[in-house]
């Protein structure tokens, strides 16, 4: 099928996310502006910094754009992305407010600011069948500290904190699937983006 993901452009880690589109063989496009939603089947939030990427989202009229996008189609926000998408940071922050999910910013403090971990993520089966755990980079992350509604959550902590949660077509995860060599999880969201919402078990 026929495939189009946009990458929201306005501040943080873009590129990583484009680059990995074009490595799955889908085609993707900047979106800066409301006009470029147009044509798009799915769209991607990166990592970066929320506050400012919720502030120029404010400044380009697109967060009207962006919800109505989200009504419809697929996204996935990583990281700030995931902030974005959020109904509820516990902060002032302009959000998008279209995922039943509460998180909380740079939830892991000072000392791990950054880290790695494996994750067993089931439904990562479903588009490669036997594959491994799935290693994740986490970067003054956000936790998702909980889920509400129709949310379920995807991945947790060995702890059993949230980092990865999905609602319909609607993804979060904490960590940077872009920055890794692991495909799995653009694979998935192009499925979402294709309609394909899987719900295991
Ligand atoms: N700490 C950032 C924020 O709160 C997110 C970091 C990231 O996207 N890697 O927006």
Not at 151 to 164: N, Q
Request: hydrophobic content about 45%; proline content about 5%.
């Amino acid at each position: 099928m026929y495939m189009k993901i946009g990458v929201l452009a306005l501040q943080g880690d873009f590129a990583e996310h484009m680059a990995m589109l074009r490595r799955i063989g889908v085609q993707s496009a900047e979106v800066r502006l409301p006009d470029h939603l147009q044509d798009l089947d799915g769209l991607i939030i990166p990592g970066g910094e929320s506050t400012t990427i919720g502030k120029l989202a404010v400044a380009y009229d697109l967060i009207e754009p962006l919800r109505q996008f989200a009504a419809q189609k697929a996204i996935w926000g990583t990281c700030a992305g995931a902030i974005f998408l959020s109904k509820d940071a516990r902060r002032p922050q302009p959000l998008l407010e279209v995922m039943d999910i509460t998180v909380e910013r740079n939830a892991f403090g000072r000392q791990v600011d950054s880290f790695e971990v494996d994750l067993e993520i089931p439904e990562l089966q479903v588009v490669q069948p036997g594959s491994g755990p799935y290693h994740a980079v986490f970067i003054r992350a956000p936790l998702i500290e909980s889920v509400q509604k129709d949310t379920r959550v995807l991945a947790a902590l060995p702890d059993g904190r949230i980092v990865a949660a999905q609602q319909g077509r609607l993804l979060a995860t904490s960590f940077h699937p872009e920055l890794t060599q692991d495909d799995r999880f653009h694979r998935y969201f192009v499925r979402l983006a294709e309609g394909k919402v899987t719900t295991l078990g």
